[in-house]
């Protein structure tokens, strides 16, 4: 069981637009910055949101990260088949103190 | 080019140690924290600890206290995570990953992972 929930799975056309979202409490998200990766199979993670909203350089600004309180959301818009990945959100939780993850969401691209 | 070169797939038998490396390259360990992550195969990402970039202190997951130990070479640049005590559900590829981000701690993203190791524990 994760600290973050996530989706196990989302889905839309491509072109569309995606949200998946990644809710905490407020020892976690509630109070420190959240991250989001993205990960193909068989593949190391790749960093697309730092900072609740910020793209590392090279991330292309179809990826939008966003925070409200205790929850996280990651937008993808303009859909493509080579976005269909896991994606998982992660931050830190400062009464663990300790790194924490949510359980991935597999994104499918119909 | 920054990039982290993590030791090779290792097989270890139930009760045995392994230690992971982790070589830095196009920049030094004391800038910046780093974190280690393991992936069970087919499941999540699951975060195992970080060593501070200064004074190499350490801080590790509460499930793996007592079993895990991370420490640094600053003369090679080089980090080390070793877990003890091995059994099957430590079966997983093991990252090496540089903090980066909005937090002094270096408890904000990741952004330079290294290639990943596997470590398979069967008797």
């Known amino acids: 069981q994760s600290v973050l929930t996530q989706p196990p799975s989302v889905s839309a056309a491509p072109g569309q637009k995606v949200t998946i979202s990644c809710s905490g409490s407020?020892?976690?998200?509630?109070?420190?910055?959240v991250s989001w990766y993205q990960q193909f199979p068989g593949t190391v993670p790749k960093l697309l949101i730092y900072?609740?909203?910020k793209r590392p350089s090279g991330i292309p600004d179809r990826f939008s990260g966003s925070k409200s309180d205790t929850a996280a959301t990651l937008g993808i818009t303009g859909l493509q088949p080579g976005d269909e990945a896991d994606y998982y959100c992660?931050?830190?939780?400062?009464?663990?103190?300790?790194?924490?993850f949510g359980g991935g969401t597999k994104l499918t691209v119909l | 080019q920054v990039q982290l070169v993590q030791s090779g797939a290792e097989v270890k038998e139930p009760g045995a140690s392994v230690t992971v490396s982790c070589k830095a390259f196009?920049?030094?360990?004391?800038?910046?924290?780093m974190h280690w992550v393991r992936q069970a195969p087919g499941q999540g990402l699951e975060w195992m600890g970080i060593?501070?970039?200064?004074?190499?202190?350490?801080n590790t997951a509460r499930k793996l206290q007592g079993r895990v130990s991370l420490t640094r070479d600053t003369s090679t640049n080089t980090v080390y995570m070793q877990l003890s005590s091995l059994r099957s559900e430590d079966t997983a590829t093991y990252y090496c990953?540089?903090?980066?981000?909005?937090?002094?701690?270096?408890?904000?993203?990741?952004?330079?992972w290294g290639q990943g190791t596997m470590v398979a524990v069967s008797s």
């Open positions: 990953a540089r903090a980066f981000g909005s937090d002094i701690h270096g408890r904000d993203g990741s952004d330079i």
């Open positions: 196009g920049y030094t360990l004391t800038t910046h924290y």
């Open positions: 060593i501070s970039p200064g004074a190499g202190s350490t």
């Open positions: 407020s020892s976690n998200i509630g109070s420190s910055f």
């Open positions: 900072g609740n909203d």
């Open positions: 992660g931050t830190w939780d400062n009464s663990l103190s300790a790194g924490v």
